[in-house]
């Protein structure tokens, strides 16, 4: 089943703040975020695995909470450079999974200068 | 910085026809992926492959498709007799390992048009 993700679509003017929530029903070992610009392939932002860590990369950072199955990934003064669709990935640790994602629906990010 | 390369950018061809998506994963990496996305829908898991074999696949990944390893280098899936609905952007992602800190690397796609 995939994950759920919140809300389907952001629009912000530069300089904003937007959060973007992944939710799951399964028991999560890990949760990936990526962006993926129109036309191009989906890039790796970063991993949170299970122990409910926060991570940080430059201006956008993501937390997991592993009680409630559901990661936050938040962009802070969001830049034209943002816009894109986010996706969260998310890993059951199954021994048998190999690191097979099972993607949310995305959600469409704008950024406006 | 190491690329995933996928041959060819954009195919096109008549249903029933088979086709052949290639991709070369980064050299170091153990684990390789095929997800396929329909126009302005979600990435999907199509199969999973880790030493020169299937780990998982989808309910997608039917009789008509299949995965080789031929060469050590080249990664490629194979759909034997094309469908109308098989027309989506065909990603070929690979990773170093799994649930560490290393994400997938995607590749630029196939765009797959069956006609």
């Known amino acids: 089943q995939q994950p759920v993700q919140s809300p389907q679509a952001v629009i912000l003017r530069e300089g904003e703040d937007a959060v973007i929530n992944c939710s799951s029903s399964k028991a999560l070992y890990s949760v990936h975020w990526y962006r993926q610009k129109h036309g191009e392939a989906p890039v790796f932002l970063m991993i949170l695995l299970k122990g409910g860590e926060q991570k940080g990369h430059e201006k956008i950072s993501a937390s997991f909470n592993e009680k409630k199955q559901q990661s936050s990934l938040y962009l802070t003064a969001s830049q034209l450079s943002y816009s894109g669709t986010y996706f969260c990935g998310t890993d059951t640790g199954s021994l048998t999974s190999y690191g097979k994602l099972t993607f949310g629906q995305g959600t469409i990010l704008t950024v406006h200068p | 910085e190491p690329e995933v390369t996928q041959t060819p950018s954009h195919q096109v061809t008549q249903m029933g026809q088979e086709v052949i998506l290639r991709c070369v994963p980064i050299?170091?990496?153990?684990?390789f992926y095929w997800y396929r996305q329909i126009l302005g829908q979600k990435v999907e898991f199509l199969v999973s492959?880790?030493?020169?074999?299937?780990?998982?696949k989808s309910e997608i990944f039917d009789d008509q498709f299949s995965v080789e390893r031929p060469d050590g280098s080249n990664f490629t899936l194979k759909i034997r007799s094309t469908k109308l609905e098989d027309s989506a952007m065909y990603f070929c992602a690979s990773s170093e390992v799994v649930n560490g800190n290393y994400g997938y690397t995607f590749g630029s796609g196939t765009r797959l048009t069956v006609v």
């Open positions: 050299s170091n990496h153990l684990y």
């Open positions: 492959f880790y030493n020169n074999e299937i780990s998982e």
